[in-house]
């Protein structure tokens, strides 16, 4: 189950605190992990008895004008089935 209140509260966190930490922790063992065909994005599936959630992390190129040793990283949460 994937809480999303915690999701929430920590989106408001970063808006006032940018660069903050927060967890996102499954309940359940069941895992799956695999790149997306002919991508550099990782999506990991977290099977849980009330659902699935996925998260989904990539590293875009550098933008123009943009320092090349900085890097940022996306990641995107989602329920895909379930609460």
Request: one cysteine or more; glycine letters at 10%; hydrophobic letters at 40%.
């Given at each position: 189950?994937?809480?999303?209140?915690?999701?929430?509260?920590?989106?408001?966190?970063?808006?006032?605190?940018?660069?903050?930490?927060?967890?996102?922790?499954?309940?359940?063992?069941?895992?799956?992990?695999?790149?997306?065909?002919d991508t550099a994005v990782l999506i990991s599936r977290f099977l849980?008895?009330?659902?699935?959630?996925?998260?989904?992390?990539?590293?875009?190129?550098?933008?123009?004008?943009?320092?090349?040793?900085?890097?940022r990283m996306v990641r995107r949460v989602l329920a895909v089935r379930?609460?």
């Amino acid at each position: 189950m994937i809480d999303e209140d915690a999701v929430a509260d920590a989106e408001c966190m970063k808006a006032v605190a940018p660069g903050g930490v927060f967890r996102i922790s499954p309940e359940g063992d069941g895992s799956k992990q695999l790149y997306l065909p002919d991508t550099a994005v990782l999506i990991s599936r977290f099977l849980m008895p009330d659902g699935v959630g996925e998260v989904q992390d990539f590293m875009p190129p550098p933008r123009t004008g943009e320092a090349a040793q900085r890097q940022r990283m996306v990641r995107r949460v989602l329920a895909v089935r379930g609460r």
